[in-house]
């Protein structure tokens, strides 16, 4: 009996040994090999995330916040924002081939036969969009940026394809808005519209502005162009060099559009950040206090349609006026796409690259130290 006890605890024993060592190994083999899956998925996530997309650590959230940083536009007052400019080509006083309004419309109707002939057989003007700007002031990168989004940009809407420009009259100011927004992935903090008629009186309250151009202009109060036509014409409104804008005269720059060809719509693009720019270092210069009032009268008369109040320009004033500063970079982002010209079928066309430009933007989208 005891015999038999005795074997069996050696048994026992020796069964334990061997086992537990099977068990050891075992583990720690699946422990090795459970540590290496996520070890490399680890890896492969960190390939796949972008710097902006990974998660801080204390040490990155340190770097990021504003005031722990060298950064000298870190002590400007103000947030960085993104601001679009539309202006119109509206003129009622000007041309009177305007499509009715509805309740014109449903008069003519009414009128019967002959009022609808009327209502189908003319050639109506519409008002456009003859500039959309996006303008950026990036307190944390030191930068200013302008980025032009031609008037013949082809979108694509519900109803088919249309040139940007049409879809205010279609649409109205909030779609343009929207499409902006989609077509850069950014957020439009704020917008500015106008119409050219308002724009002079904006331009001659604030005594013109200097420009430079580099051909020549002719105007009649109704054609812009810069091909002088071979009668109506005996002088330039605007020579080659430096020129000092006034009402007329902004109302004949956004009018003279040209898209003969690729490099006349880049000159057009650059015609239009010229002006901005030109408009915004001439009030920026001004007394803030005269900056201010001047901006306040620009909503009181209605010359501007705009969610920046004045309260907004007043707590963004520093960064503002921080345009003139060797702080800051000045600097103009093209919209990717290319130019088409006109066939017998449609006109010219600027086909926007959608993906290219979301790639562009993408650094832009999430601003360092802010919830934007």
């Given at each position: 009996m005891l015999s038999a006890l005795k074997n069996f605890f050696i048994t026992f024993?020796?069964?334990?040994?061997?086992?537990?060592s099977a068990a050891y190994f075992a583990t720690k083999f699946l422990t090795n090999t459970i540590t290496g899956i996520f070890a490399a998925e680890s890896s492969e996530l960190e390939g796949i995330l972008s710097p902006e997309d990974k998660p801080n650590t204390p040490e990155d959230t340190a770097e990021d916040t504003p005031g722990q940083t060298d950064n000298p536009t870190a002590a400007i007052h103000g947030e960085s924002f993104n601001m679009l400019f539309i202006v119109t080509d509206y003129q009622a006083d000007t041309f009177e081939d305007y499509c009715p309004d509805k309740e014109t419309i449903k008069e003519m109707l009414e009128a019967g036969e002959e009022g609808e002939l009327g209502l189908l057989g003319t050639d109506y003007r519409y008002p456009r969009a003859v500039a959309t700007v996006l303008f950026r002031a990036d307190k944390e990168r030191g930068e200013f940026t302008y980025t032009v989004f031609p008037a013949i940009t082809r979108?694509?809407?519900a109803v088919g394809n249309h040139a940007l420009g049409d879809l205010y009259n279609l649409y109205g100011k909030d779609?343009?808005?929207n499409t902006v927004a989609a077509m850069t992935g950014l957020t439009i903090d704020y917008h500015l519209f106008v119409n050219v008629t308002e724009l002079y009186d904006i331009v001659y309250e604030m005594g013109g502005f200097p420009l430079y151009l580099d051909r020549e202009l002719y105007y009649d109060g109704r054609v812009s162009t810069s091909q002088k036509p071979e009668e109506g014409f005996s002088e330039p409104f605007y020579t080659i060099g430096h020129n000092i804008v006034d009402g007329a005269g902004a109302i004949a720059l956004m009018m003279w559009e040209d898209f003969s060809s690729s490099a006349?719509?880049?000159?057009?693009?650059?015609l239009l950040v010229n002006i901005l720019s030109a408009i915004l270092t001439k009030v920026t210069e001004l007394p803030q206090e005269e900056f201010t009032a001047l901006y306040d009268k620009l909503h009181e008369e209605g010359w501007i349609s705009s969610d920046f109040t004045t309260k907004d320009l007043v707590s963004h004033m520093d960064l503002i006026c921080a345009?003139?500063?060797?702080?800051f970079n000045v600097k103009t982002i093209d919209f990717p796409g290319r130019y088409l010209a006109a066939t017998?079928?449609?006109d010219a066309y600027f086909s926007p690259s959608i993906a290219s430009a979301i790639a562009t933007f993408k650094n832009y989208r999430k601003l360092v130290g802010t919830d934007n």
């Open positions: 024993l020796i069964a334990a040994l061997i086992f537990g979108v694509n809407t779609y343009i808005i006349a719509l880049a000159e057009r693009n650059t345009l003139g500063s060797d702080l017998e079928t449609e």
